[in-house]
């Protein structure tokens, strides 16, 4: 509550995630400005839709009108996190924070990141971040938003002797449970779990022999879960009585992953009766509540044993034994799956278990494991990286490179992939069902294609229009021809042929006998909160108060952002709003010119037929009909560029606007002009830099200052067009995250509320 951030450090299944949703509902529900929205952000998707499933209803209850929201790869309901409670993954969270999101278009790269401001950033399960990427950025991120934002990092299994290191540069707290606060806390409570080590592969035979009441098996890759579930259903076929046997991974479509997760909370959640045994993956080690007498695992590192420990006794009074298996291995060696990166810490992970093995480890000792195993590591790769990462960060929000987020965050992301043999008949505005595979896993399938031969056309990916604003027009799709090219590619199409699904395995790729599954639409119309390409004709003026119309609307929705960047910028919150109501009304001023109004008076004259008097902001365009598409590329009615020209011909209404909130203080006036300026010349770009020639009639000039005027914008008011010329290179104008953080986090934040303005008001939303 008083605007630190933290760094909260407490034992599997104590409530940590319970302190910040409940924390922001209670907030919401009382009228405490304590954050605008809270971002929740996990490792792993599947983790982040359960966990959203698990605490809607009790958030809604406490707070009703809280609109709850989930974005994942597969699953992009809210790429612009606009919900009150946004569950997602790491992945989303940072590539949005760098400006290079990976559910979106480049288009729209700069549209995310304002929604931190006023945040309030969940990190859980911290300690699954690689250190030199994913956490290093995190902990940027929760520095350099830290006047406007709080983040909170929790995990249960992080080194001590790493944490002053994180919470210095998260300008965070520490809060950590101690020896003497367990007894206080309900589930830690005459809580036993026995460790057993084991020095060969782990068999279905061994989890079918130790099976008591209830069992959970944790392997390290879903093709090796998918392979022991079928072992273990044949060898208990012959057992009495015989448990129920389920499957879990995180390639399972959501309706069917949902059906089993509530099957598991009854089987193995409090009070579940029965016998069964649950084969999974790291889906497991975060999110469930779920408890079993006897754990199987394969080793990993220690904070993933003790994470998917925390599934073994997990409640209070309980007892439970968690056998722990080497790997397997094959001439080249032990497979180490998604830990081939820190194969020297599932190295030293097991010497711990085998020194520890038939010991009771509890909380105390858990630590003192992960401290042995994971320190010096951590500490070594972040002290190596944390002194570039904020020039890395910056150029990559420079520069919206996709490869940023492989350097920045993980090596082994995610790409989101349909299965169809005609990836063109489905729109991807109604959501069809996809699958997010770890890039690792989709090379080595690659790697076995024959991608010019027999599997060419097998593998496709979309190619959308360069002004292409979303998902809402049908892409392109181009067959990959080699496996490389995939690594610029975050959304791909399999045929069938490579891939089949069933509610009892998932995914399964290259299977031994093709199935019948396509991926359909989930949808039945287009996504309405995505930018539609068709429009209506338009008088200049009304869009231009529609669009303040849904600024006002916006605003009232951002008060403690509003009032953050106020603080930091020196100026009242009052005129913070008032720059966002310029951009609303101004950001289109560009489209006056002679450059756009000829073209677009034109194309409503010869193509519908409408003889138009006054200014337009935009002409009748039916995105669907072929004889219209076909036109729009014609030079007869191409528009030019307005979005960088409006920005730079009211620069000197733009001057006197920031001089007015901040007289006498010039620095001040400088950082809120380049927010302003740089929120109109990227609403539509967010690397636009060039201004090209534009010409305004003495018409066109007068009805730019009256819309001002009318809006109580008039004093100072002037505008100006390029004469003959270009006007060219305008970056000395703009903000920039290196050379000034302030103003340009005030540019995201008016930028994101620009163009979600524009999109509603465009559409005809309320």
Not at 26 to 38: C, E, K, N, T, V
Not at 443 to 469: Q, Y
């Amino acid at each position: 509550m008083d605007g630190s951030n933290v760094v909260a450090l407490a034992p599997t299944g104590s409530g940590k995630t319970l302190a910040p949703v409940t924390a922001f509902a209670y907030a919401r529900s009382m009228g405490i400005p304590f954050a605008d929205r809270l971002i929740y952000a996990l490792p792993q998707r599947t983790l982040a839709m359960a966990l959203r499933d698990s605490v809607a209803g009790d958030m809604q209850r406490l707070a009703p009108n809280l609109k709850v929201t989930i974005q994942t790869g597969n699953v992009p309901e809210d790429p612009y996190f606009e919900g009150d409670v946004v569950f997602t993954t790491i992945d989303q969270l940072l590539s949005a924070y760098i400006e290079v999101p990976v559910s979106l278009p480049g288009r729209l790269a700069n549209l995310p990141a304002g929604a931190l401001l006023g945040a309030l950033i969940v990190f859980d399960e911290f300690h699954l971040l690689e250190p030199g990427r994913a956490l290093a950025t995190a902990l940027d991120m929760a520095r350099e938003l830290h006047p406007y934002s709080r983040t909170l990092l929790m995990s249960a299994t992080f080194p001590r002797q790493a944490m002053t290191l994180v919470c210095d540069r998260a300008r965070a707290r520490p809060v950590e449970v101690g020896p003497d606060d367990l007894d206080g806390i309900p589930s830690q409570r005459n809580k036993r779990r026995v460790y057993v080590w084991h020095s060969e592969p782990l068999t279905a035979k061994a989890v079918v022999d130790a099976h008591r009441s209830k069992t959970i098996v944790v392997v390290n890759r879903v093709d090796r879960a998918q392979d022991l579930y079928d072992e273990v259903l044949a060898e208990v076929e012959s057992r009495s009585p015989q448990p129920r046997v389920i499957l879990l991974h995180s390639r399972f479509l959501r309706a069917d992953r949902e059906a089993i997760e509530r099957e598991l909370v009854r089987l193995f959640g409090r009070g579940g009766d029965g016998q069964a045994i649950l084969i999974a993956t790291s889906v497991v080690e975060v999110g469930l509540d779920i408890s079993a007498d006897t754990l199987h695992t394969e080793v990993a590192t220690a904070a993933a044993i003790f994470q998917r420990a925390g599934r073994c006794a997990r409640f209070e009074n309980e007892a439970g034994i968690v056998h722990v298996y080497a790997l397997e291995s094959t001439e080249r060696g032990p497979r180490y799956g998604p830990y081939g990166d820190v194969r020297h810490l599932v190295d030293a992970a097991a010497l711990q278990m085998e020194q520890r093995s038939n010991r009771v480890i509890g909380f105390v000792d858990e630590r003192e494991v992960v401290d042995l195993v994971h320190a010096q590591a951590e500490l070594d790769e972040l002290r190596q990286v944390l002194g570039r990462r904020r020039m890395d960060v910056v150029r990559a929000q420079q520069s919206h490179q996709p490869a940023c987020v492989r350097e920045l965050i993980r090596q082994s992301d995610s790409v989101s992939v349909l299965i169809s043999g005609n990836p063109e008949q489905l729109e991807l505005s109604r959501r069809p069902e996809t699958f997010s595979l770890p890039r690792v896993v989709l090379r080595a399938l690659l790697s076995r294609l024959d991608l010019v031969g027999k599997h060419a056309g097998k593998v496709m990916w979309p190619e959308f229009p360069e002004d292409a604003e979303g998902y809402h027009q049908r892409p392109s799709w181009k067959p990959l021809a080699t496996p490389k090219e995939a690594d610029g590619h975050f959304f791909l199409a399999l045929h069938p042929s490579l891939a089949s699904y069933d509610r009892e395995h998932g995914l399964r790729l290259l299977p031994p006998s093709p199935g019948d599954y396509e991926s359909r639409n989930t949808l039945e119309d287009a996504d309405g909160r995505v930018e539609r390409l068709s429009y209506r004709k338009e008088p200049f003026r009304s869009h231009a108060v529609a669009v303040l119309r849904q600024m006002e609307m916006a605003l009232s929705r951002h008060q403690r952002a509003v009032g953050k960047l106020a603080a930091r910028l020196r100026i009242q919150p009052r005129e913070v709003e008032d720059a966002a109501r310029f951009v609303a009304l101004a950001h289109d001023m560009g489209k006056l010119s002679d450059q756009v109004q000829l073209p677009m008076q034109r194309w409503m004259s010869e193509v519908h037929g409408q003889s138009c008097t006054g200014f337009l902001a935009h002409t009748t365009y039916d995105a669907w009909d072929p004889r219209q598409q076909r036109l729009a590329s014609d030079s007869r009615y191409r528009r030019a560029p307005h979005a960088v020209e409006g920005a730079w011909a009211l620069r000197l209404a733009i001057g006197a606007l920031a001089t007015r909130f901040c007289p006498g203080d010039p620095e001040g006036a400088g950082a809120v002009a380049r927010a302003i300026f740089s929120a109109m010349a990227r609403h539509h770009s967010p690397g636009a830099s060039r201004a090209g020639r534009f010409a305004l009639s003495q018409a066109a000039a007068r009805e730019a200052l009256a819309v001002l005027r009318d809006a109580g914008f008039g004093a100072g008011a002037k505008v100006e067009d390029s004469k003959a010329d270009p006007v060219g290179d305008v970056s000395g104008l703009v903000a920039d995250p290196g050379a000034d953080a302030v103003s340009y986090h005030f540019y995201l934040f008016l930028v994101r509320l620009l163009r979600l303005a524009d999109q509603r008001a465009t559409a005809g939303k309320e």
